[in-house]
């Protein structure tokens, strides 16, 4: 592997994108797909075993930038699904603050930490 590129995350969702393909078309008789599938394939290896990191690097910083958004989502979506094991996540009225509040405590007064708005919730 000196002086190939090597694995990257790009390569990484290439290799799952071929392996979800190749499942599909053993039960989905869609014209040409274990086709894509195969040449995916051979996408993903002729990048991991590329000498050129240069041209690699700059397609996976703009794979980067695409799943950017909808990574940062989801881990805030996986974040507040932990917190709501113990916690209710309200939201500020006035300024859409997320505010984190224990469960089981009753009716409270919440104030937000960022606007200091005050309202009234069941916990
Ligand atoms: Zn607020």
């Not at 991991?48 to 700059?58: C, I, T």
């Not at 996986?78 to 939201?91: E, V």
């Amino acid at each position: 592997m000196r002086g190939r590129h090597g694995m990257d995350p790009l390569s990484n969702f290439i290799f799952v994108i071929v392996f979800i393909i190749l499942i599909v078309s053993m039960f989905v008789p869609i014209p040409y797909l274990y086709i894509a599938g195969l040449v995916l394939l051979f996408i993903s290896y002729f990048r991991v075993f590329s000498r050129n990191s240069y041209k690699r690097n700059a397609e996976n910083e703009v794979f980067m930038r695409i799943i950017r958004k909808p990574r940062v989502w989801f881990n805030t979506q996986r974040r507040d699904a932990n917190i709501r094991k113990t916690h209710h996540l309200y939201k500020c009225p006035n300024c859409r603050q997320k505010i984190k509040v224990p469960k089981g405590k009753g009716r409270i007064m919440v104030r937000c930490p960022k606007c200091q708005t005050e309202f009234q919730k069941v916990s």
